[in-house]
């Protein structure tokens, strides 16, 4: 296996686009995917027929369409030589980077546009097969607060959990939703730790400011080679430098550390082959469906030891002013979770930190940003993807 | 018949493959499937073992009795089960190695507590489907 395709820099992302996130919109994915397009489009001067690579990660409201990338392309009027739907929930946008830039490579295409879009809190089309029906929604487990429910209770018995070093990120990242105009609007007011940890008991001991919100929304990037980004005279450029996956981590193990997730693979992957350690990131926009989730991957990915979580998040300045800015456009918990196409939110963040473009929650450092995934619940284990990217400028 | 879950869609529909896994459940037995290759079990069903891909899975009967290794109290409850809330959900591990996400009876938030001996016990959800729980063991 080549052991860092994206070494030599030679994929550079040129524009991100990304809609305002709703309750409710009452649009389609593919109105918000538009949005993203168009946005896209006009950033980088590009007509539709210079797309010829088209990403997409599939959508809750639209998944009972087996062709959904199809109709993506079709309403949008792209016609690709390069098509892909990815389906590994909050990582697919990361995903989708990794696998263009290795359809670029590749010549497939040369020019993609990866856009994410979903309303689920509009339509929800999913229904899941395998175990779930007969084993696992007969028992009533709240669906994803249940699992974390469960993990969370089980991180409690193996190590120390302070419920104020979660708050404290909870309130760090409101900050940065208060500050993000894409944020959706109910949120962009400021919390107190004390309202994280009174808030309304969804599946103990997880509380609903653990957790995210469905929205609907989209986000998306251009991603091109380096030298036609340089040739179309692109303004802006961040190059993704390192990517790292696994699905299914320790599977065929009957009784896993179910605190334990593939980031502890991933993660000191992901950074070794970008010649990094945690110290070097500059910001973190770790996937953030829980609190819990960010605690572990800080553990897992080596910013922390086991079990110190708690302690380093109490230690660190988590604001975009801080030491390890994470998630400072409000991340998925603060902003909204626009369903399946969540992943991108903290994607183009990331992004939008490289281009210098974050405004007041501008980080001061901007040389690269760690971006991660997470991807669907398992049964009774931690989660079933997990992906690490690195963008450097 | 349940007259909670009677309303629900939440009535496991057993398949060809599932089906000695519920037939078993009817007596109030709990099979688990068995990988004689390397001799472990294996949960949920499957068609095949995942440690040698091979599709020479058994049917066994296991002991029934495990401890809690997490548990979560859902006070925000799935569809169908609003007049249940709130109620504990565990993780619950067999003593022959697999864990099982069950219902937990005869315990409450107030007395739940992880590595407690669980023993099996069943629901009868309707004349065909009987679901497993899971109760303490030093319980009458």
């Known amino acids: 296996m080549n052991d860092n395709f994206l070494r030599s820099k030679d994929i550079a992302i040129i ?11 009452g649009k389609s994915p593919y109105e918000l995917a538009s949005q993203v397009a168009a946005e896209l489009l006009g950033k980088t001067n590009l007509t539709p027929k210079d797309i010829d690579g088209f990403a997409t990660t599939v959508a809750m409201s639209e998944c009972t369409n087996p062709f959904y990338s199809n109709f993506c392309v079709d309403y949008l009027g792209l016609s690709p030589r390069w098509l892909q739907t990815t389906d590994l929930g909050g990582c697919s946008a990361a995903g989708s ?30 229904s899941y097969g395998g175990y779930r029906s007969e084993f696992f929604e007969p028992t009533g487990i709240q669906g994803p607060p249940g699992a974390f429910g469960l993990l969370m209770h089980r991180y409690m018995q193996e190590y120390e959990l302070k419920f104020e070093a979660l708050g404290k990120l909870a309130v760090a990242q409101r900050e940065g939703a208060v500050l993000n105009p894409n944020a959706y609007e109910k949120n962009r007011v400021p919390i107190t730790v004390e309202d994280y940890l009174t808030a309304r008991m969804v599946s103990s001991p997880l509380r609903l400011l653990d957790s995210v919100m469905y929205c609907d929304g989209a986000n998306g990037l251009i991603i091109t080679s380096t030298s036609r980004a340089k040739k179309m005279r692109a303004n802006k450029m961040v190059h993704p430098v390192a990517y790292a996956e696994i699905t299914n ?11 334990e997730s593939g980031f502890s693979v991933v993660g000191p992957e992901a950074l070794r082959k970008a010649g990094l350690s945690p110290k070097d990131i500059c910001s973190f926009h770790p996937y953030d469906d829980f609190l819990i989730a960010e605690m572990l991957q800080l553990e897992q990915i080596g910013f922390c030891g086991r079990g110190e979580g708690s302690r380093f998040l109490l230690d660190t300045d988590v604001s975009c002013k801080g030491t390890l800015p994470i998630n400072t456009g409000g991340g998925q918990i603060s902003a909204g979770q626009p369903g399946l196409a969540g992943g991108g939110l903290n994607l183009v963040e ?17 040389g690269n940003a760690m971006v991660t995934g997470i991807g669907v619940i398992p049964y009774g284990r931690n989660w079933g ?6 963008l450097e400028a | 018949m349940n007259p909670i879950r009677a309303k629900t869609s939440h009535i496991p529909k057993p398949s060809a493959l599932t089906k000695p896994f519920w037939d078993a459940a009817k007596q109030k037995k709990l099979v688990i499937q068995y990988d004689p290759d390397s001799r472990c079990y294996q949960w949920w069903p499957r068609a095949l073992s995942v440690k040698t891909g091979k599709m020479n899975l058994e049917w066994k009967e296991v002991s029934g009795n495990g401890t809690l290794h997490s548990y979560t109290v859902t006070h925000v409850p799935a569809a169908g089960f609003e007049d249940r809330a709130p109620y504990l959900v565990g993780l619950v591990e067999l003593d022959e190695g697999v864990r099982i996400i069950s219902n937990l009876s005869g315990v409450t938030e107030a007395n739940v507590k992880i590595g407690m001996p669980l023993r099996v016990t069943w629901e009868e959800l309707t004349d065909d489907i009987n679901l497993f729980s899971f109760e303490p063991r030093n319980m009458p």
């Open chain 1, 15 to 25: 524009a991100y686009g990304e809609t305002k996130l709703e309750r409710r919109s």
């Open chain 1, 97 to 126: 980077v990794a696998r263009a830039a290795a359809a670029i490579m590749a010549g497939l295409c040369e020019t993609v546009m990866l856009i994410s879009a979903d309303a689920p809190s509009t339509r929800m089309g999913q």
């Open chain 1, 249 to 259: 981590f320790d599977c065929a193990n009957m009784t896993p550390d179910i605190t």
């Open chain 1, 350 to 366: 990331g992004v939008r930190q490289l281009f210098g473009e974050a405004g007041q929650r501008q980080v001061k450092n901007s």
């Open chain 1, 385 to 390: 993807t997990s992906c690490v990217l690195i």
